[in-house]
């Protein structure tokens, strides 16, 4: 299956990451740090459950993109994919794999996938990597997400993360409101006060170590005192 959550490693140092990981990451919009914009507009789409929505999250790695994504998934009630939710990669998303997801056809616009325990009745596609998506695919992209053609699902909330659009049709990025995200100081700082919350946590209020402040620096120092 091309569209599937991703996995998690094994190992001492592997269970810590994802227990950190799993323990802080943001279970909904409002506990997102930064990129107030996209934020915003997320929480306004799950809100008003607005039908044909296509949202593009571009920016560096680490930037917080996927954590948005599965956020916003997360408040329409798709938190798997047996409620809704399908993760793609988009550098294993072929034209074959694309065209099962919409039931063969690009004008039907109909996911062949439905969701079993989703009250809600939604759907969230997330595209992985959008710039990976070969030509052929995009073209088809262009057509299946076409939101004035009929038939096309009021319940499908599409969201494509990038770390560039260079190589993407601009004719298919048409299909989305794009948002830039950074890393600006006024992020770090705000992921900082957050590290520094969780640092004291996990430590029972020891003493933050020495150069924490340098990106990624606590990150590190939690894993390996685990």
Same mark, same amino acid.
């Given at each position: 299956?091309?569209?599937?959550?991703?996995?998690?490693?094994?190992?001492?140092?592997?269970?810590?990451?994802?227990?950190?990981?799993?323990?802080?990451?943001?279970?909904?919009?409002?506990?997102?740090?930064?990129?107030?914009?996209?934020?915003?507009? #997320? +929480? &306004?789409?799950?809100?008003?459950?607005? @039908? $044909?929505?296509?949202?593009? %999250?571009?920016?560096?790695?680490?930037?917080?993109?996927?954590?948005?994504?599965?956020?916003?998934?997360?408040?329409?009630?798709?938190?798997?994919?047996?409620?809704?939710?399908?993760?793609?990669?988009?550098?294993?998303?072929?034209?074959?794999?694309?065209?099962?997801?919409?039931?063969?056809?690009?004008?039907?616009?109909?996911?062949?996938?439905?969701?079993?325990?989703?009250?809600?009745?939604?759907?969230?596609?997330?595209?992985?990597?959008?710039?990976?998506?070969?030509?052929?695919?995009?073209?088809? #992209? +262009? &057509?299946?997400?076409?939101?004035?053609? @009929? $038939?096309?699902?009021?319940? %499908?909330?599409?969201?494509?993360?990038?770390?560039?659009?260079?190589?993407?049709?601009?004719?298919?990025?048409?299909?989305?409101?794009?948002?830039?995200?950074?890393?600006?100081?006024?992020?770090?700082?705000?992921?900082?006060?957050?590290?520094?919350?969780?640092?004291?946590?996990?430590?029972?209020?020891?003493?933050?170590?020495?150069?924490?402040?340098?990106?990624?620096?606590?990150?590190?120092?939690?894993?390996?005192?685990?």
């Amino acid at each position: 299956d091309r569209c599937k959550n991703s996995g998690h490693s094994a190992g001492r140092k592997g269970w810590c990451r994802v227990r950190l990981y799993e323990r802080y990451r943001p279970r909904c919009l409002a506990d997102v740090v930064g990129h107030k914009a996209a934020v915003n507009h #997320l +929480k &306004t789409v799950a809100a008003e459950r607005r @039908p $044909g929505q296509c949202v593009l %999250l571009e920016g560096g790695p680490g930037v917080g993109k996927m954590t948005n994504a599965l956020a916003f998934a997360a408040e329409l009630g798709c938190d798997h994919q047996f409620s809704g939710l399908w993760v793609c990669p988009c550098s294993d998303l072929g034209v074959d794999d694309t065209k099962e997801l919409f039931g063969g056809r690009a004008h039907t616009g109909w996911l062949k996938i439905r969701p079993l325990e989703n009250a809600s009745g939604w759907n969230v596609l997330i595209l992985e990597e959008f710039e990976w998506l070969s030509p052929q695919t995009q073209r088809f #992209l +262009k &057509t299946a997400l076409d939101v004035t053609q @009929p $038939g096309y699902p009021p319940r %499908l909330a599409v969201v494509a993360t990038s770390n560039s659009v260079a190589k993407i049709d601009k004719a298919l990025l048409q299909r989305f409101m794009p948002f830039m995200y950074g890393s600006s100081e006024h992020f770090r700082d705000q992921c900082r006060e957050r590290l520094a919350l969780i640092w004291g946590q996990e430590t029972d209020g020891e003493p933050l170590p020495a150069g924490w402040t340098a990106w990624g620096m606590t990150r590190e120092a939690m894993v390996e005192g685990c």
